[in-house]
């Protein structure tokens, strides 16, 4: 079965640091977003992307985050400027048409 | 007005047991509710999921139950098996690709053989 691929598994950074989170959609699938998950806690929309821009975010998605679709096959968020509360497991999914979504398995971000 | 509530947060149920999830919502406008079940380590994993034109939906030992009047919907595990012991979340959205599913808190079952 196909599957929406994640790297890193675990990232680990210093407060005020750039990261990037990278992920392979499936191929055929149109709709790219990313959700977090706080420790124990629910998941939370962060961004869709379809077509090249952004068509829905959350409060969460503010200035410090962005995405991008830099090629054919990578979908990737950056955090500019990391803060302690960042820290959190990052899941992208893709989905087709219909709004069944495919989860990665998550990366897990560690901000020191 | 956009929040899923669900409960029980943990559920402990015997092998060969019922399990029951409950879970709802506020924004009348929500049209898709999918369950998703999740392993440590692991992204979440569409279940089952209705749309409220009907009030059950069937697979396998999975059963949602959907009470539009209520606002509430409800997942069934029958026969529940050490290896349903996992996550479970429900969610609700606008029946749109590109759109934000709204979780709930998550409910942790274990299945004690």
């Known amino acids: 079965e196909p599957e929406v691929t994640q790297t890193p598994s675990h990232q680990v950074t210093q407060m005020g640091q750039e990261v990037i989170l990278r992920c392979v959609p499936i191929?055929?699938?149109?709709?790219f977003y990313w959700y977090r998950q706080i420790l124990g806690q629910k998941v939370e929309f962060l961004v869709s992307?379809?077509?090249?821009?952004?068509?829905?975010k959350s409060e969460i998605f503010d200035d410090q985050f962005s995405v991008e679709r830099p090629d054919g096959s990578n979908f990737t968020l950056k955090i500019r400027s990391t803060k302690l509360e960042d820290s959190a497991m990052y899941f992208c999914?893709?989905?087709?048409?219909?709004?069944?979504?495919?989860f990665g398995s998550g990366t897990q971000l560690s901000v020191l | 007005q956009q929040q899923v509530k669900q409960s029980p947060q943990s559920l402990i149920v015997q092998k060969g047991g019922i399990s029951i999830i409950n879970c709802a919502y506020e924004?009348?406008?929500?049209?898709?509710f999918p369950w998703y079940q999740q392993f440590p380590g692991k992204g979440p994993a569409l279940l089952i999921a209705?749309?409220?034109?009907?009030s059950e939906k069937k697979e396998g030992r999975f059963t949602i139950s959907f009470n539009k009047s209520a606002k509430q919907f409800s997942l069934h595990i029958m026969d529940s098996q050490p290896g349903d012991s996992a996550t479970y979340f429900c969610?609700?959205?606008?029946?749109?690709?590109?759109?934000?599913?709204?979780f709930g808190k998550g409910t942790t079952l274990s299945v004690s053989s």
């Open positions: 992307f379809y077509n090249n821009e952004i068509s829905e």
């Open positions: 999914a893709s989905s087709g048409f219909l709004e069944k979504l495919f």
């Open positions: 191929s055929n699938h149109l709709y």
């Open positions: 209705i749309r409220p034109d009907v």
């Open positions: 924004n009348t406008a929500f049209d898709y």
């Open positions: 969610a609700a959205s606008y029946n749109q690709a590109g759109t934000a599913l709204i």
